[in-house]
């Protein structure tokens, strides 16, 4: 079956560290895969997504790299910031095109100043 | 900017109580979700509705319904609450049924049953 898998947390880094959250997938066929963030308090949004192999989606200085090779969406950083600190979810949608999504577990991420 | 409400932020709610979770959504999008999130478990979708009158079970459908009376409203329905049941509880929507369509969140609703 379809499932996403993401390293555990937390991971706490000093502002300005790189950052890499690892997610690795299992799906049939070509799906999308996404990053979603939560930050305190609020519901969950979309970071970035890519919808087909070697695809990379970018968004708030955040990468991603869709590798069908070694079926993963690994979330980088160059520079980190305390705003960034949130929880981070790596998410499938499978290639039957229903819609749904299939969410990692969440990996929290604390900055410190 | 699309906006999706839902009715509470906190619940506390007793055993076996009938307990309804409103969403609605105003950009007219057709697919609308029901999920539940607990740490170390990510979120697990419970229902989602492609249109309305419509629903599919999700993951967990177990101990809870849904009802979709009109488009941009989604309720989810617990029929008797049970403490298993205490959880963060998010609804989504989205514009179709296309696996690249964004999900668009609300801000959660924070169930206790006691």
């Known amino acids: 079956g379809n499932s996403v898998t993401q390293m555990e947390g937390p991971v706490t880094l000093s502002e300005e560290a790189f950052l890499t959250i690892n997610c690795t997938y299992t799906?049939?066929?070509?799906?999308?895969l996404f990053w979603y963030v939560q930050y305190p308090g609020e519901g969950l949004q979309l970071l970035l997504k890519?919808?087909?192999?070697?695809d990379k989606g970018s968004n708030k200085g955040f990468e991603a790299t869709y590798r069908k090779e070694t079926t993963s969406f690994h979330l980088e950083k160059g520079s980190v910031q305390v705003s960034d600190s949130a929880v981070y979810f790596c998410a499938l949608s499978p290639s039957s095109n229903t819609g749904k999504l299939i969410f990692g577990q969440g990996t929290t991420l604390q900055v410190k100043p | 900017d699309v906006k999706v409400t839902q009715s509470s932020r906190y619940l506390v709610k007793r055993t076996g109580e009938k307990v309804f979770l409103e969403c609605v959504q105003d950009m007219d999008h057709e697919n609308m979700f029901w999920y539940r999130q607990d740490p170390g478990l990510g979120l697990r979708l419970i229902y989602f509705s492609y249109d309305v009158k419509m629903k599919e079970k999700g993951d967990i459908p177990e101990g809870y319904s849904v009802s979709r009376e009109k488009k941009e409203r989604f309720s989810l329905i617990l029929e008797s609450a049970s403490t298993n049941q205490t959880s963060m509880y998010l609804c989504a929507s989205s514009l179709g049924t296309s696996g690249t369509d964004t999900q668009y969140f609300g801000p959660g609703t924070r169930l206790t049953v006691l």
């Open positions: 799906a049939t066929g070509y799906p999308s």
């Open positions: 890519a919808t087909k192999a070697d």
